[in-house]
């Protein structure tokens, strides 16, 4: 096993793994793989399809955008808004609090989470 000090990467390095990471890490594992026999994708792997689920009711062109980017977001995410379509997302370990006050920061009550991991949120 060998550890590799990777080079700072944006304000805490927690985005190292994401595209605008990718420069930096794929000459990396592309170092490692080939010994092992293994090559590097010619091209990148279609993005997975987002899942076919209707943006809640009330949202604005600005908010169904906004779910989208939801949708195609990593795991441990909530989706937060008010019935006059007010919203805030999150997607991150305190998802659900980070969207409440997201979406607060929009309009300062009436805020509830609607949506976590993709399902609706219990009631």
Known sequence: MTFIKAQPFGEDGHLLFSDAGASVWEPVVDEFLRPQGLEAAKA???APALPQIAAPAGLRANGQAAFRSYLAAAPHKAFAMTPAGAFGWRSDE????????????????????VMVNDLPAAK
Do not use: I, M, Y
């Not at 607060?104 to 009436?110: E, L």
């Open 44 to 46: 990148p792997l279609a």
């Open 94 to 113: 305190e998802a659900v609090e980070a969207a409440l006050a997201s979406c607060t920061a929009n309009a300062p009550s009436g805020c509830k989470v």
